[in-house]
């Protein structure tokens, strides 16, 4: 128990943990390809860390008219526009 409690010591995760999981998304999502998991301390981080290594100054996200607002306030101070989109039940609706 004290090992999963030490920082830097498994650079990849707590190694059952990350084991548990792997097992876990093969057997319920059946992804069509190999991949890795990234484990983070929750879904706002999770999307920080995404919209910081995907988007650069001057970029342009679509995202829906009423969205996530951690989105909003990651990327407004990265430079990035954000593009609303009115959308349905259905999913976007063309302009």
Sequence with gaps: AIACQ???TYLKGYGP????????VMDIHAPPSP??????????????????VCLSRGDVMMA???TYST???TVIPMG????????????????
């Design 71 to 73: 989105a909003i306030s």
């Design 17 to 24: 943990l990350m084991d548990w999981v792997t097992e876990h």
């Design 35 to 52: 991949h890795e998991q990234l484990l983070t301390t929750g879904s706002t981080y999770g999307t920080d860390m995404v919209m910081r």
């Design 6 to 8: 030490q920082y830097s």
């Design 80 to 95: 990035v526009q954000i593009l609303p989109m009115t959308s349905d039940a259905e999913g976007i609706l063309p302009a």
């Design 64 to 66: 829906e008219e009423f």
